[in-house]
């Protein structure tokens, strides 16, 4: 097997896979997949795998700094569109592979000109959350497949699935989850919260007295909320059923709703 459902946001609601759950109309699904798994995955559910060649970040402050610096070393072509013109110059001489627009992001017309609708993907990381929504809707109207945006109010969380923008981020909720990683007990080394859902990606290191140690999954009475999602060991990543036996040092991906956590940490 190459990947495994973990999470489904049904309208308001954040459901943890068992096997006996049924798929249901506008269910938004997240999978664990193994390389090459997302490939077939896709070809499954009848989505086109769309290449993401061409990048348009509205807002050049900290944050789409680093993701233009990040994205054009990637050989990947991005449109940096600034406001400020000292801070548009200063952009242009460091990113050298970028191109840095002077504008106002927010004027349909400006964005028209710079080929919009020829971008595959749109981040919108000013510092206003209502300008970042906005202008990824405007994105989404022009055809734009992937749509990011910065959000200071988690309570526009929300929004995402009514509105269509695909991703939404927020400093302080990914700060939270940093130091999250280093107040859980256990061995947590990784935490990462799914995007408009109710649940957390957490990684463990299964140590030699951890209760779950030398057991098989399908023996363990873990929780009804969470779910072994993967299992590194070796380096090498494996999707993980009922007969997989967990020994020490490998690194267990579990997803699981947020009151589960306490539950979950008590195996490790």
């Keep these: 097997m190459h990947f495994f459902p973990i999470a489904i946001k049904r309208e308001n609601e954040t459901i943890i896979p068992r096997g006996d759950t049924v798929f249901q109309a506008a269910d938004r699904i997240v999978f664990m997949t193994t390389p090459g798994g997302d490939e077939e995955l896709i070809k499954l559910s009848g989505k086109d795998n769309h290449e993401i060649k061409n990048i348009m970040i509205l807002g050049g402050g900290r944050i789409g700094r680093k993701v233009a610096k990040d994205l054009s070393e990637n050989d990947l072509n ?19 592979d970028c191109l840095v627009i002077l504008g106002d992001g927010t004027n349909v017309e400006l964005l028209e000109d710079e080929d919009i609708d020829q971008m595959d993907a749109f981040i919108s990381v000013t510092g206003d959350s209502e300008t970042n929504i906005m202008s990824c809707l405007m994105a989404k109207s022009k055809g734009i497949t992937k749509t990011i ?20 981020i927020n400093k302080k909720l990914l700060a939270a989850n940093t130091i999250s990683k280093y107040v859980r007990s256990g061995e947590v080394v990784a935490i990462s919260q799914l995007s408009n859902m109710n649940a957390e990606l957490l990684e463990f290191v299964v140590r030699k007295d951890s209760k779950i140690c030398d057991k098989e999954i399908k023996k363990l009475s873990f929780p009804r909320s969470a779910i072994i999602s993967g299992v590194i060991r070796d380096g ?13 040092n490998d690194r267990v991906v579990v997803c699981c709703l947020m009151d589960s956590i306490k539950k979950v940490e008590k195996f490790f």
């Design 236 to 248: 090498e990543g494996h999707i993980v059923l009922g007969d997989f036996k967990l020994l020490e």
């Design 149 to 168: 945006a910065l959000v200071e109010n988690i309570d526009y969380y929300k929004l995402s699935q009514i509105s269509g923008i695909d991703t939404l």
């Design 78 to 96: 991005v449109k940096l569109v600034e406001s400020n013109k000292e801070k548009a110059q200063e952009l242009a001489d460091e990113l050298a």
